[in-house]
């Protein structure tokens, strides 16, 4: 069997080191290690002191209890602490697909839950988002990829790279089609916490009495991606078939990460966190579209309900690849091409950066644009 690589992840560890405007990635601008001490209440000299020592396999209790606590019935036991979502995508695949099973993936997405499903024999099912209607889902094809019964069905909510958000009624539909089928729904939540203003946060759809899992991370709202902490909280049974694929793929997760981590989700801290992102997100996002309006009818654009990101459709003749390499090469920028999430004619740019070093970029893209 072929192996698939994993197109957007293959893309970003070939071009992004190096690189001057990196408008690739999909979280907000990233905190130093004594920014993130300093909001979350961190005692720099007892971090100092700490033992780096292996942690917890599945996380240290003080983690898996904050984190438990963002999930209405959930306790400790249905945590599993990860080496960011990523491993987290990869144990659920690797416990819920088998050669020949079936998964829905509503698309376009972050393809790696779906890429480990191919590499593990699985047939992938995709279940496309209507453009022409702000993405939403099409409950008509969600409907009819449900025979044969799925393994699973595969959300990313809010998505990337679309930054939207399920309606209530949409959320209705995936989760009947869910419980009617018998499929694990496993809602990939890493955006949560980056809505823009005015925006609640966004419901998590696990339900402690139903077949859900929920994949999580600091990397997103949180501003921490290098810290590599996500989390997978799920039924006991499957955190239990996990944590044995986990302890074959990376044992534990980071002792200095998870006491990090500790800090990050209490109450206080998570909210003066999530602030920040918002701010950054909300200031990036108008500079963003004060570029765009520079070119009238050359951008389509349904703006992000949420999420450092715009995926931004363009017309230019010009395929997503192609452009994406002449604004690397050209200007040193980095966007990630369409062509990635299978949406060709299309970009995904990120926004939630310094303001100047925001500008600057953004005047190298436009510059290149409309020579082209």
Request: glycine share 10%; net charge neutral; proline share 7%.
């Given at each position: 069997m072929a192996f698939q690589p994993f197109a957007v992840e293959q893309y970003l560890s070939e071009t992004e080191h190096g690189v001057r405007y990196n408008f690739s990635e999909s979280g907000v601008h990233p905190m130093t290690l004594g920014d993130a001490c300093a909001l979350a209440g961190v005692d720099r000299e007892a971090l100092w002191e700490?033992?780096?020592?292996?942690?917890?396999?599945?996380?240290?209790?003080?983690?898996?209890?904050?984190?438990?606590?963002l999930y209405p019935g959930a306790g400790p036991e249905n945590v599993l602490v990860t080496v960011g979502a990523t491993e987290a995508n990869t144990l659920v695949a690797g416990a819920l697909l088998r050669p020949g099973?079936?998964?829905?993936?509503?698309?376009?997405?972050?393809?790696?839950?779906?890429?480990?499903?191919?590499?593990?024999?699985?047939?992938?099912?995709?279940?496309?988002?209507?453009?022409?209607?702000?993405?939403?889902l099409d409950p008509c094809a969600l409907r009819a990829a449900l025979s044969p019964a799925p393994a699973?069905?595969?959300?990313?909510?809010?998505?990337?790279?679309?930054?939207?958000?399920?309606?209530?009624a949409d959320r209705m539909v995936l989760e009947d089609a869910a419980d009617g089928s018998g499929a694990w729904l496993v809602a990939d939540e890493v955006y949560g916490g980056t809505e823009r203003?005015?925006?609640a946060p966004t419901a998590s759809l696990w339900r402690a009495d139903a077949r859900r899992i929920v994949i999580n991370s600091l990397s997103k709202a949180y501003g921490l991606p290098g810290l590599r902490l996500g989390w997978v909280v799920a039924p006991e049974e499957i955190i239990t078939a996990m944590w044995r694929r986990h302890e074959y793929a990376a044992i534990a997760a980071p002792i200095l990460s998870m006491v990090l981590a500790e800090a990050?989700?209490?109450?206080?801290?998570?909210?003066?966190?999530?602030?920040?992102?918002?701010?950054?997100?909300?200031?990036?996002f108008e500079t963003f579209q004060r570029h765009l309006r520079t070119l009238p009818g050359m951008f389509t654009?349904?703006?992000?309900?949420?999420?450092?990101?715009?995926?931004?459709?363009?017309?230019?003749?010009?395929?997503?690849?192609?452009?994406?390499?002449?604004?690397?090469?050209?200007?040193?920028?980095?966007?990630?091409?369409?062509?990635?999430?299978?949406?060709?004619?299309?970009?995904?740019?990120?926004?939630?950066?310094?303001?100047?070093?925001?500008?600057?970029?953004?005047?190298?893209?436009?510059?290149?644009?409309?020579?082209?």
């Open positions: 700490g033992v780096l020592d292996y942690p917890q396999v599945n996380g240290s209790d003080r983690l898996r209890a904050a984190i438990a606590g099973a079936r998964m829905l993936t509503l698309t376009p997405t972050y393809g790696q839950l779906p890429g480990n499903g191919v590499n593990l024999g699985a047939q992938v099912v995709e279940v496309p988002l209507s453009a022409s209607d702000g993405w939403r699973l069905i595969h959300v990313v909510n809010p998505n990337n790279p679309t930054g939207q958000i399920l309606s209530d203003a005015g925006r990050v989700l209490q109450p206080a801290a998570r909210a003066r966190i999530t602030a920040r992102a918002r701010g950054l997100i909300d200031r990036g654009l349904t703006p992000p309900m949420a999420s450092a990101m715009s995926f931004v459709g363009y017309d230019l003749p010009i395929g997503s690849e192609d452009l994406a390499r002449r604004l690397r090469t050209e200007c040193d920028v980095l966007v990630v091409p369409g062509a990635r999430f299978g949406c060709e004619g299309h970009f995904r740019f990120s926004s939630a950066l310094p303001e100047d070093h925001l500008e600057a970029g953004l005047s190298r893209m436009m510059d290149l644009i409309k020579a082209l």
